[in-house]
Every structure is written in structure tokens, then in C-alpha cells.
């Protein structure tokens, strides 16, 4: 059942675009891999309603192991990610922790930052 739908005020779009034009500009300056991991990433929790695990990436992925690794470690480092262990926990706009906003991808309720 999708929520109900919520109108924003006049500009919001406007107020929001200087940080959705600093988020492309983060991702343009990410290495291929690095680009690779953070796309599967949401993949996998549009897909599956939770984040990868690092098994999971390395399976998937193109890139050497090692490298799969050390990019999502990167990641986390730089705040695009969480990460505790070895699985993905969040993924801005997606968590796998409650949190007070949602969003649906088809059909599925996932929590969202």
C-alpha cells in the first residue's frame, strides 16, 4: 500500500538542487570500481530490502576482490556508506535500521534516512 502522497512547499526542489549537484559531483570523482560498488549497493537494497554483504559484492562484481573491498571500505570512510563488518547497513537514502521516513520500491517498504 503506498503512503499517501505529501506536497512540498514552492522551491523546495530549488532548495534541494546545490545538494543533489554536490552528490554528482562526489560520485563523478569516484574510482570505476568504487562507482561499481555504491550502484550495486542500491541495487541490492532496492532488490533485496537490505544492503550487500562484502561476499555478496565480490561474487557480482568485475573488479578484483581486493579491490571490491578496499572501495567499500573507502566508502565508509567517507561517509557514503555504513558499513559493520562486512555488510552494507545503510546506503543514503536506504537503512537497514527503523528509521522515521520510508520509502517503496516496488511494493517493498524499505526504511530510509
Not at 1 to 16: D, I, Q, S, V, Y
Not at 83 to 98: E, H, I, M, T
Given at each position: 500500500?503506498?503512503?499517501?502522497?505529501?506536497?512540498?512547499?514552492?522551491?523546495?526542489?530549488?532548495?534541494?538542487?546545490?545538494?543533489?549537484?554536490?552528490?554528482?559531483?562526489?560520485?563523478?570523482?569516484?574510482?570505476?570500481?568504487?562507482?561499481?560498488?555504491?550502484?550495486?549497493?542500491?541495487?541490492?537494497?532496492?532488490?533485496?530490502?537490505?544492503?550487500?554483504?562484502?561476499?555478496?559484492?565480490?561474487?557480482?562484481?568485475?573488479?578484483?576482490p581486493?579491490?571490491v573491498?578496499?572501495?567499500?571500505?573507502?566508502?565508509?570512510?567517507?561517509?557514503?556508506?555504513?558499513?559493520?563488518?562486512?555488510?552494507?547497513?545503510?546506503?543514503?537514502?536506504?537503512?537497514?535500521?527503523?528509521?522515521?521516513?520510508?520509502?517503496?520500491?516496488?511494493?517493498?517498504?524499505?526504511?530510509?534516512m
Open positions: 500500500m503506498p503512503l499517501p502522497t505529501r506536497e512540498f512547499p514552492p522551491g523546495f526542489a530549488e532548495w534541494l538542487e546545490p545538494l543533489f549537484e554536490s552528490r554528482r559531483r562526489f560520485v563523478a570523482g569516484l574510482a570505476p570500481v568504487e562507482r561499481w560498488v555504491a550502484g550495486a549497493t542500491v541495487e541490492a537494497f532496492a532488490l533485496e530490502g537490505c544492503g550487500p554483504s562484502l561476499a555478496a559484492l565480490q561474487a557480482a562484481s568485475p573488479h578484483p581486493e579491490a573491498e578496499a572501495a567499500l571500505r573507502h566508502l565508509d570512510e567517507r561517509d557514503m556508506l555504513v558499513l559493520q563488518g562486512d555488510r552494507v547497513l545503510a546506503f543514503y537514502p536506504f537503512s537497514d535500521r527503523p528509521c522515521r521516513h520510508r520509502v517503496w520500491v516496488e511494493g517493498k517498504r524499505l526504511d530510509a
